[in-house]
Antibody, heavy 122, light 109 residues
Framework: DVQLVETGGGLTQPGESLTLSCEVS????????MSWVRQAPGKGLEWVSV???????YYAGSVKGRFTISRDSSVSTLYLHMNSLRAEDTAVYYC????????????????WGQGTMVTVSS | SYVLTQPPSVSVAPGQTARITCGRN??????VHWYQQKPGQAPVLVIY???DRPSGIPERFSGSNFGDTATLTISRVEAADEADYYC????????????FGTGTKVTVL
């Protein structure tokens, strides 16, 4: 069974750092297209970052230079390192696998974790 | 700005058909995906690559994409279909990469 479990959310102050983890099971995190998507309270979905199968990484403009996506295949885990946090980063953060059938990869988000809440407030 | 425009809300009676649109200039040239999100839950992919259904998604869900509008159609609507729905596409050319629509709340009357 494919499963994604996020941990690491919580309450933190502006300017602080936080690292989210996403442990995956049922597939290999290395070589997979993986992403983070967030949702502020009462708002819509916002893409945050992606790591492609070849290791290339991309970020939304709102987090570029502050957030870093990475993965560790030895522990089947995806990470999101978040620095210089702002109040507007407050959201539920979802770890998501991107669909790949060997021909089409990286377009659609096909498996979602349950999300972890990050609150940035003084 | 890069915006995928959806109607904020759609209301439909049980057994009827709900159509949710997603608008952007020449969206028909892109692959559009659709997600269903119920309160307190993570989104679920219901349509990918414009009109394909993942396994486990009822045939009542269908999609199309042409010109400036992509459409998610829910036939024979059931109470369980009440949720928020989001369209999404990938476009690296703009630097935005993954863009979600503004979301549509479907209410079953």
């Amino acid at each position: 069974d494919v499963q994604l479990v996020e941990t690491g959310g919580g309450l933190t102050q502006p300017g602080e750092s936080l690292t989210l983890s996403c442990e995956v099971s049922g597939f290999s995190v290395s070589g997979s297209y993986m992403s983070w998507v967030r949702q502020a309270p009462g708002k819509g979905l916002e893409w945050v970052s992606v790591i492609f199968g070849n290791g290339d990484t991309y970020y939304a403009g709102s987090v570029k230079g502050r957030f870093t996506i990475s993965r560790d295949s030895s522990v089947s885990t995806l990470y999101l390192h978040m620095n210089s946090l702002r109040a507007e980063d407050t959201a539920v953060y979802y770890c998501v696998r991107l669909y790949c059938n060997g021909v089409f990869c990286g377009d659609a988000f096909d498996v979602w974790g349950q999300g972890t809440m990050v609150t940035v407030s003084s | 700005s890069y915006v995928l425009t959806q109607p904020p809300s759609v209301s439909v009676a049980p057994g009827q058909t709900a159509r949710i649109t997603c608008g952007r200039n020449n969206i028909g040239s892109k692959s559009v995906h659709w997600y269903q999100q119920k309160p307190g839950q993570a989104p679920v992919l219901v349509i990918y690559y414009n009109s394909d259904r993942p396994s486990g998604i009822p045939e009542r869900f269908s999609g199309s994409n042409f010109g400036d509008t992509a459409t998610l159609t829910i036939s024979r609507v059931e109470a369980a279909d009440e949720a928020d729905y989001y369209c999404q596409l990938w476009d690296s050319s703009s630097g935005h990469y993954y863009v979600f629509g503004t979301g549509t709340k479907v209410t079953v009357l």
